[in-house]
């Protein structure tokens, strides 16, 4: 069964939650620049407030038949998400190498698909704890070209990749975060700014294009930076080259 739920509507429920709830923040209000800095070269910039969290959502399809291949392994329903064919999308690629950056970067789905469970999560404040999450190099590398999914139970604990029918274990969402906690509080903090981190997401996005089109898109959303604030620059370069939410997981 074929999700009613759209990808922005999950994103938002989950994004609101994140933000309320477990300790993100979002880039905020414009923060407008002071005489000094207008008058500087490049416009003006502001530090990381934060340690970025990149977030891919993903609609999940309920599977609903024992002839559903992942039905011995999950039971009824499953869960499945799709990831696209390397030869329509470069978007795995491109996250595998911002997660390497190294950045904090997930994929997102929900572990539903009606728009009653969306409610009635967002509601009870559950969106988050029903989630499922997996970091791009959890499911590695593709190397062909085919499409491929990622199933998923009611409960945490494995995910199937396949086309090669590959079972990973799997985090929940509160193991998942805390991790990033842990992680985040053991490394030096970054120095980076937002343009800097606007700077990263053009660099990676343009090493792996080779249709023209998508270099200048690339090239001209750098240009167009220069009388942008930093906080456009990057979540724009978030959102239109790699198609991710950006969240900062704050001190």
């Not at 309920?62 to 009824?76: E, H, I, K, Q, V």
């Not at 274990?169 to 800097?196: F, G, H, K, P, W």
Request: charged share 20%.
């Amino acid at each position: 069964m074929v999700s009613d739920i759209s990808e922005f509507s999950y994103g938002f429920a989950l994004t609101s939650e994140l933000l309320e709830a477990w300790g993100l923040s979002g880039l905020g209000a414009p923060i407008f620049p002071t005489q000094v800095s207008e008058g500087s070269e490049g416009g003006y910039d502001v530090k990381l407030p934060g340690d970025p969290v990149f977030l891919q959502f993903k609609r999940s399809d309920r599977l609903t038949t024992n002839r559903a291949l992942d039905a011995p392994s999950y039971g009824l329903p499953y869960f499945r998400f799709q990831l696209p064919a390397s030869r329509h999308s470069k978007q795995h690629q491109l996250l595998l190498d911002l997660e390497a950056s190294p950045e904090f970067v997930l994929y997102a789905a929900p572990r539903f698909s009606k728009p009653e469970e969306l409610s009635a999560a967002f509601t009870a404040g559950a969106v988050f704890k029903r989630s499922f999450l997996v970091a791009p190099s959890m499911i590695g590398a593709i190397t062909d070209a085919r499409p491929h999914s990622i199933s998923f139970g009611l409960l945490p604990g494995c995910f199937t990749f396949r086309s090669e029918a590959r079972i990973v274990e799997a985090s929940t969402a509160e193991e998942t975060l805390s991790v990033m906690r842990q992680v985040r509080e053991s490394r030096q903090r970054s120095n980076s700014s937002l343009r800097d981190l606007g700077d990263k997401l053009v660099e990676i996005f343009v090493a792996h294009q080779e249709d023209t089109a998508q270099r200048q898109l690339a090239n001209h959303l750098r240009q167009a930076s220069e009388n942008r604030s930093s906080m456009d620059y990057a979540q724009f370069a978030a959102r239109t080259l790699f198609g991710c939410e950006l969240l900062f997981l704050g001190p």
